[in-house]
């Protein structure tokens, strides 16, 4: 499966609508906690093979954030053809 650590708009939607099981890091780069967390969700995407992993940023991908109602981070959501 894949592992996507650039979530922007332009892939965001394509990315998570695909086959199988997708989890998604939402993140910020001011965010502390959220740098921190990194290096272990990205161990564990290596780990599973099963489901495709991503991280998508808030400077990079506001309108998915909006979208989804994302108001903090870090977060995490686990989704199945988008839904």
Do not use: R
């Not at 093979?49 to 998915?64: L, V």
């Amino acid at each position: 499966m894949e592992k996507n650590y650039t979530l922007n708009d332009d892939v965001y939607d394509d990315f998570v609508a695909q086959k199988g099981t997708t989890v998604v890091m939402l993140s910020s780069k001011k965010c502390l906690p959220c740098q921190d967390m990194k290096p272990a969700f990205k161990k564990v995407a290596e780990k599973i093979n099963h489901m495709s992993f991503g991280i998508a940023e808030y400077d990079e991908a506001p309108k998915a954030f909006a979208n989804l109602d994302i108001y903090c981070v870090p977060g995490f959501m686990c989704m199945k053809m988008g839904l």
